[in-house]
Nanobody, 120 residues
Framework: VQLVESGGGLVQPGGSLRLSCAAS????????MGWYRQTPGQQRELVSS???????NYLDSVMGRFIISRDNAKNAVYLQMNSLKPEDTAVYYC???????????????WGQGTQVTVSS
């Protein structure tokens, strides 16, 4: 299984970016998908997650600015990031709980990370 992210980059404060992540490989079903972020010397933190039926949660500091969405048919998850702030600068990682075969347990998979830099 691979999770491939795209959409990071450099943006000015107040700008927007949209991150995308698609899972591929041997996939029977996916439960939760989400986005984490990490800055140097800090622990990885959950930014937002979505269940397979669309229940979502958000880190308090991004509530009202970020929107997570999924396309279950494409095994994809997106993060629309608006009103970006310098403190949003981090490497963003896609995360998914995937069942690879019908009777297999769910296992956690990570993308390679994409850099988001918010700076003027």
């Amino acid at each position: 299984v691979q999770l491939v992210e795209s959409g990071g980059g450099l943006v000015q404060p107040g700008g927007s970016l949209r991150l995308s992540c698609a899972a591929s490989g041997s996939i029977f079903s996916i439960s939760d998908m989400g986005w984490y972020r990490q800055t140097p010397g800090q622990q990885r933190e959950l930014v937002s997650s979505s269940t397979s039926i669309g229940d979502t949660n958000y880190l308090d500091s991004v509530m009202g600015r970020f929107i997570i969405s999924r396309d279950n048919a494409k095994n994809a998850v997106y993060l629309q990031m608006n009103s970006l702030k310098p403190e949003d600068t981090a490497v963003y990682y896609c995360n998914a709980r995937i069942r690879q075969y019908r009777l297999a347990p769910y296992s956690t998979h990570w993308g390679q990370g994409t850099q988001v830099t918010v700076s003027s």
